[in-house]
């Protein structure tokens, strides 16, 4: 099945139902009011009600999105609602983190408040995209019982091992970073005047007293401890009581949430898809594709589990998934070629293993420290620099073991690797990975993972590795759907860094890995594509019609590597997201430009240096409203502690109303 080109969503005008929508403030049992945006079908019978609860500010953060998808739901009978979480936008109270019992216990509370309007059924669903649709999970786990029914996006069911702070038990550089850094600047813009009046400035500075930057917090749970459990449904899904539809992109960190969803919860509770795309809702026509009607996919599952008809929606597989064809490297894959497989339960009775054995003399793993500058972008969200280049530059800094294909191997799920390794230090790190190598040469990325040798006993613990001993480590690389093509060859590629994604350990002697004992695991999948699985056309409601004014800025590279060949130094330069600025149709101003940088010197760890500077601007000329936030952040090193700066400026036009500066060091334990 072969897709020449990427498919953009048709835009939907008519709908079953005309439709209407107010703005309205939810209030909780504290007093705190929650500012809300309800589309509502235009009938006098009640309907049931849609969700969508994040911290990301409706009336600008999310916008654009929300015009896509709330109205087109809304016009099929049912009100579909956004709500802000506490501190955020232009709700009330102060932010919270987002892992704590308060973020959680609101939306419970919202969810009770939707269920009991005259205009509601009693039936609630939630939907979310990356960490709020992990929030919904959180909250389904609570199980508030208006709640039937939920649609999880690109979420995680583990916040440690499978979030945006750690990978495999190492710190995961480049996303503790940048992600604390974004947070913590999102968290300082003020409240619309437009929507709170001249409360704006007087919630505004309650709301900056009250930040704090999240990396402080997370670097002091190296481990996965309580802090960690709490926020994870992977300890225990029995709790779930709603309908869970686990939605993922081969292309994004959190697929395997998917698997273990469908995994541990039952046949008639849990649909579980998975399709090539990276950090996105599956109908966003984004790289890479095929996009697919994912709102009329949606569609179904609400009305199966919202309204009670037959859709045949639990009737499909319990896992549909994408297994994509061999391919050449490229940063930005409009759409790929491949296929549909379903199977009945996970683990699959279509899916085995298949053991290969490495093959060699014992071989020193002492990478360079910018092994990883060709990793790509850990969340990609559909941008021209975000997927992984040719890995050929990158194997040549890591241990490699082949495979011939002889006849096409289809893998489905998660590779495992078995390593036996001697190391003369207590600490170091492994990073596998899992390449397709063309009969010309070139290495596509397939999936990988890395494992803290401190955590080979478990995530929960950090265990010094006993000098010049031997030990066996195994650990899984994250799951995949892809068909090695025959005459193409597997490697396997072992290095011990991987910065910008790893966090370095203080030594660069690395380990010695020996052949003998050690292996690959593919978890091969029989049988081809299914053409009976397929999917309707993506379409959307009418764009909000968000215009981007042109600009004499010439525009900088959204990812560039400069190496400084006297210095040994490596610098990886990202501008993440859309930058610029963007005019919404109510008059708001919104420009936001951030630029990350990552360094190290080649043979110096200790040389690692993660920055972010970022700006944001709300300017309504009409109220002659200007306000500006401005954010820097950074984290380094020494072989005892990591040290973190955080710097926030606040400008009401010209007069700065809010300045501080946090300096902390924080002991490497597990990191």
Known sequence: MTHPKMTRPKIRTAFPYETTHEDLRVPLADGTKLYARVWRPVTEEPVPVLLEYLPERLTDGTAARDAQRHPWYAGHGYASVRVDARGHGNSEGLPVDAYAERAAADGVEVVHWLAARPWSTGRVGMFGLSRDGGGSLRIAALAPEPLKALVTVCSTDDRHDNGLHYMGGSVLAVDTHAWSATTLARACRPPDPRFVGDAWRAMWLTRLEAVEPPVHTWLDHQTRDAYWRHGSVREDCSTIGAAVLAVGGWHDPYRDTVLRLVEQLPDDQVRGLIGPWSHQYPDQGLAPGPAIGFLQETLRWWDHHLKGVDTGVMA????????????????????????????????????????????????????????????????????????????????????????????????????????????????????????????????????????????????????????????????????????????????????????????????????????????????????????????????????????????????????????????????????????????????????????????????????????????????????????????????????????????????????????????????????
């Open 316 to 671: 499909e597989p319990k896992l549909r998934s994408w297994i994509s064809d061999s391919h050449h490297p490229a940063t930005d894959l409009a759409e790929l070629r491949g296929g549909w497989a379903g199977d009945p339960a996970w683990p699959s009775p279509n899916v085995t293993p298949a053991s290969y054995a490495l093959q060699g003399t014992p071989v020193l793993v002492a990478s360079p420290q910018h092994t990883g500058v060709d990793a790509g972008r850990h969340i990609p969200c559909g941008g021209p620099a975000d997927l992984p280049p040719d890995q050929r530059d990158e194997d040549a800094r890591s241990a490699c073991f082949e495979f011939e294909v002889p006849a096409e191997v289809r893998v489905l799920g998660r590779p495992r690797v078995t390593l036996r390794l001697r190391m003369d230090v207590p600490f170091g790190q492994a990073v596998a990975r899992l390449c397709d190598i063309t009969p010309d040469g070139s290495s596509t990325l397939v999936t990988r993972g890395a494992l803290n040798l401190s955590a080979r006993h478990g995530r929960d613990r950090a265990d010094a590795w006993p000098l010049g001993a031997t030990e066996d480590v195994a650990f899984e690389l994250t799951g995949i759907g892809h068909a090695f093509r025959a005459g193409h060859r597997i490697r396997l590629a072992v290095s011990s860094a991987y910065w910008p994604w790893i966090w370095p350990q203080a030594d660069t002697a690395g380990f010695t890995l020996e052949p003998a004992g050690s292996f690959l695991e593919l978890p091969v999948r029989a049988g081809g594509p299914d053409p009976t699985i397929t999917f309707e056309p993506p379409e959307q409601a009418e764009p909000l019609g968000v215009t981007h004014p042109a600009t004499l800025d010439e525009e900088r590279p959204e990812r560039l590597v400069v190496r400084d060949v006297a210095r040994g130094e490596w610098r990886l330069e990202v501008v993440p997201g859309a930058g610029g600025t963007r005019v919404h149709p109510d008059g708001l101003e919104f420009t936001e430009d951030a630029v990350e940088t990552c360094t190290i010197h080649e043979s110096d760890p200790l040389s690692a240096r993660a920055r972010s500077d970022r700006t944001i601007r709300l300017h309504r000329p009409e109220l002659a409203w200007d306000t500006r936030i401005e954010t820097h952040s950074e984290i380094t090193c020494d072989a005892a502690d990591f040290r973190t700066t955080d710097e926030v400026i606040c400008r009401d036009g010209d007069e700065v109303v809010f300045h501080r500066t946090w300096e902390r060091r924080i002991r490497r334990t597990a990191g």
